[in-house]
């Protein structure tokens, strides 16, 4: 997977919305991409934000 | 059943969450340990106490295990109920959320967030995990989404972080908003979105990536990335 396409794919990626095999590949390129790695832990929290929202709800 | 009810239910012989089959178990497992790359890893994404409290789950510190399902356990419960609809299957997905993280604290990356963010990524991943089991048992045309049941408005939650979220969610342009709250509270695929809104796959990624970029931009303005 190209850096564009896991790139592309971390929004769906940090909601579980990807297919178990993209998810796969997208952890895959994480390993070996810091850019992706910084973007993918910022969008995981506000993910996470949105579980508190769940909770506050 | 009360939120509080419900989370009881977790409790085996007195041993919060986990069963003695289970802690027995972990013995054989032999157990990754935190503490040697987690103790003195000084980063602004998860505290020492943080680090401290898992590097204590590591040895097998049952009381540590249970200051955690504390503190996180109303979270956990309450994302896994919103994503399920169930609360017989969040308190699955609770349990198994706090299982793993006994049996796997390794697990917890400091770098990569703080402790409250890693058990709400496992709390929906596992939810996720549940709803699509589901239909791929059941195949059915409709499953029933009840909204989030009124009980569990006495949870007790980061406040401060979710009305920012709250605020953050309620700014984004209609289109990223009603993409991002699909995959999240429904459990949609990205191609799931696509279809349910009838727009391209392609731009179902870039509504939920930018979306959440927003989100993530307000948490981090008002300080709030990388809380506890
Ligand atoms: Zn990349």
Known sequence: MTHEEAAGLLGAWALDACEDAEAASVERHLASCADCRVEAASLTRAAAGLGELAAGA | MSHRAALGTLAIGGNPLVSRRVLSSVGEWGGARVGARGAGLSTSMASAEELR??????????????????????????????????????????????????????GFDPERGSLRTWLATLAHSRAVDHVRREQACHRREQRQLPGAPSDVEEVATSSAVAERVGRAVDALPDDQRVAVLLAYYDARTYREVAAELDIPEGTAKSRLRLGLRRIARCLEQEGLGAWT
């Open chain 2, 53 to 106: 409290l898992v590097a204590r789950i590591a040895t097998g510190d049952e009381a540590a295990l249970r200051q955690l399902y504390a503190r996180y356990g109303s979270l956990v419960y309450s994302i896994a109920v919103r994503v399920t609809g169930d609360r017989c299957a969040a308190e699955d997905v609770a349990q198994q959320v706090f299982i793993r993280v006994w049996e796997r604290p390794a």
